[in-house]
């Protein structure tokens, strides 16, 4: 495996950085996870984007010539693909703060950031289809993270015990809620319902990442014109009550849930909204 470290593209056993990286003391660094199928990235520039907002929100600054995120994501599926045959491929990127001579909270001065890239093996993109689609199993729980969750920090201990939670129990994720009982977003995950006939996910605000998949998706039901799509506050209640749920990610596209807190979703099989829009999903992703 090819990996990519602060401008050099080398063999991952090869790529070491600093026990005193703010990254590996503090959290404190911000990443993205952008999907390829067959070498072609999912909205590259999308991802770029957010990765850029990231930063200037958290004040890292990274020399321009080492943060083209496209041209480092796709150098790495040029330098990887042959050894992942499947050619469904995530990059990591990451950008922590770097590494300091000592252990104090402030930004430190003059320091250069990390930045650190790889790829990895994903999900095949199937064609969407309900009768073969396996639904997911999910739980909520109340959202016991911080309160800037529209940043995709690396300090992902709040994400990881909601999702641990969950597959502790053969459970696929964690939706969560805020004290308010609106559904924000879930552990690793964006959330989409079928209310009365209408698809609603919750607006974009500081209690939730603004995911590219959410993105896509929204865009295509908009393109289509079939459904309407409403950006709106959700309660626990509508969700256990909504016709069709889903899941959207990087890593899991449009995925179709089936069973939240051991009670079914609609009739507990996957629904026809999903896989009409899952479809419409895969023709604009590109
Ligand atoms: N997770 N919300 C959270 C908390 C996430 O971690 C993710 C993605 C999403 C979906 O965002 P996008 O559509 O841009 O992937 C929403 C990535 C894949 C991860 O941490 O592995």
Known sequence: TIAYLNGEFKPLEQAQISPMDRGFLFGDGIYEVVPSYAGKLVAGNLHAQ?????????????????????????????????????QNVGIYIHVSRGA?????????????????????????????????AKGLHVQTQEDLRWRRCHIKSTSLLGNVMHFQDSFGKGINETVL??????????????????????????????????????????????????????????????LKGADEVWLTSSSKEVAPVVMIDNQAVGNGVVGEVWEQVAKSYHTHKF
Not at 103 to 122: D, L, N
Not at 213 to 237: A, F, P
């Open 50 to 86: 957010r990765m850029n907002r990231g930063l200037s929100e958290i004040g890292i600054k990274v020399l321009a010539e080492e943060s083209n995120w496209v041209a480092i994501a796709e150098g790495l599926l040029a330098r990887n693909l042959d050894h992942l045959p499947d």
């Open 177 to 238: 809620y805020n004290q308010d009982g609106m559904v924000t977003e879930a552990s690793v995950s964006n959330v989409f319902a079928v209310i009365d006939g209408e698809i609603v996910t919750p607006p974009l605000d500081n209690q939730l990442l603004p995911g590219i998949t959410r993105h896509i998706l929204i865009n295509s039901i908009r393109k289509d014109g079939q459904y309407q799509l409403v950006e709106r506050q959700i309660t626990l209640e509508e």
């Open 100 to 132: 300091d001579t000592k252990r104090f909270h402030a930004f430190p001065e003059g320091v250069k950031p990390t930045v650190f890239a790889f790829a990895f093996s994903i999900a095949p993109s199937a064609v969407p289809d309900r009768t073969q």
